[in-house]
């Protein structure tokens, strides 16, 4: 008789965007940096991220987190992100979903008031700070990549749509940032579809007339994301608010505004003189849900000028499950994958003393 093969997954959302949350059923994976083991499953095991994210099992809007033993110990867990696109080393909402799913899977004992500890991302060590209120997990604000701008205000001629005013930030990936009110939309979400249409043709027309590379990183592949703006409201001294809608592949627009493209909005905000460190920006997605961003402080690297920043948002806890992975079942594609799948361990993460 066959061993049944299964994965166990915390669903989680922050501002909409579903997180699956792989705590078990994976088998320890080579590499000694959470960076190698994100690579050895995008060049060796692809099919874990094929497998959540395609039916039966997902759909494309999601993203998977695989939680991995840290490889710093500094770290409470490590953890792998998984999207439709591919494997971004950092993710916003990615992160406050992680850390809202150690901290309810016990893996991170929680504590009353605030609290901090450590993730490890492929991108490195992040810093989380946990707010718990009556044992639920209120707010998580985590560290945003240092963002900065690449390119300010370029044009360029669109199929369908025209000419298109943009600039690129990179904070975790390469962000077109564009004027919502400039190509007619208000951002709200019966525009959905045309907003997906509408990224997706500016995104082809960037990508086929170049690319960028960042100052350190290099070449990082083609530019893959687009960021709405819609106006900024100042709502007190030092904070403000903004809708906004962020493309991150043919046919998906985010729940959520997510944090990366939060982050690139400070970016653009400081490139312009907009904001100084300790002011805030609130942006709000289509479906009414909202990060916001701070601005801590900006060094000067080379010719750009580098935010530091941080996100803070809630995560929701959605589902607990266990899903059977049969190989037989021909909607299911167990090449890239089979090799592991553990029919052997619930998991590997442990809690924290």
Request: charged share 20%; proline share 5%.
């Amino acid at each position: 008789m066959k061993p049944e093969l299964t994965i166990q997954l915390m669903d989680t959302h922050a501002g909409g965007d579903v997180s699956r949350i792989v705590t078990g059923g994976i088998d320890l994976l080579p590499g000694d940096t959470v960076r190698a083991q994100m690579e050895y499953l995008r060049d060796d095991a692809d099919g874990l991220r094929k497998l959540l994210l395609e039916e039966p099992y997902g759909i494309p809007e999601m993203s998977v987190d695989l939680l991995v033993p840290a490889t710093d110990p500094r770290a409470a867990a490590g953890y792998i992100i998984m999207e439709v696109m591919g494997y971004p080393i950092y993710s916003g909402s990615n992160t406050i979903c992680t850390a809202t799913a150690v901290l309810e899977a016990g893996i991170v004992p929680k504590q009353e008031g605030k609290q901090n500890f450590m993730l490890e991302s492929p991108a490195g060590l992040v810093q989380i700070e946990a707010t718990v209120h009556e044992g639920v997990v209120e707010a998580i604000t985590c560290e945003g990549l240092p963002s900065y701008i690449h390119t300010y205000k370029a044009s360029i001629e669109v199929p369908s749509v025209g000419t298109v005013t943009y600039s690129v930030a990179y904070s975790g990936g390469f962000y077109a940032l564009v004027d919502a009110k400039e190509l007619g939309f208000d951002l709200t979400l019966d525009e959905e579809r045309k907003l997906a249409e509408t990224a997706h043709a500016i995104v082809e027309a960037i990508q086929a007339e170049r690319g960028f590379s960042h100052y350190t990183l290099g070449d990082v592949g083609p530019l893959p994301f687009l960021h709405f703006m819609g106006p900024e409201e100042q709502v007190a001294e030092g904070y403000y608010r903004s809708r906004s809608a962020t493309y991150v592949h043919p046919g998906v627009i985010c729940r959520s505004t997510t944090g990366t493209g939060t982050s690139a909005r400070l970016a653009l905000m400081n490139h312009e003189g907009r904001i100084r460190p300790g002011d805030k920006l609130e942006t709000v997605s289509l479906r009414e849900t909202g990060f916001i961003g701070e601005f801590t402080s900006v060094e000067t690297e080379g010719e750009y000028q580098v935010v530091k920043n941080s996100i803070t948002g809630k995560g929701y806890v959605i589902a607990r499950s266990d899903i059977v992975v049969n190989c037989d079942d021909p909607m299911v594609e167990c090449d890239g994958l089979h090799h592991i799948l553990s029919a052997r361990h619930k998991g590997d993460i442990k809690p924290t003393s």
